[in-house]
């Protein structure tokens, strides 16, 4: 849960730094010849701690009025 602004901000961060990472992931077990079910396996575990984070920072926004 995202008490102030400062955690705001760094979910923030956190978030589009998660969202690059996942997506050099997403490359790099293209590269090495996973297919596209498994990237999607591989891929979900992280999408969904991502989406957690999404979820806090839009009820942060909300609960501030942003």
Avoid at 5 to 17: C, G, L, M, P, S
Avoid at 26 to 41: A, H, R, V
Avoid at 54 to 62: A, H, T
Wanted: glycine share 4%; aromatic share 8%; proline share 3%.
């Amino acid at each position: 849960m995202i008490h102030n602004e400062a955690e705001y901000q760094q979910a923030i961060t956190r978030i589009k730094d998660e969202r690059k990472r996942l997506a050099e992931h997403c490359q790099s077990w293209k590269d090495q010849g996973f297919t596209p079910k498994q990237i999607i396996n591989l891929r979900e575990p992280l999408e969904s701690f991502q989406m957690q984070l999404v979820e806090e920072v839009q009820d942060y926004e909300r609960s501030q009025g942003l």
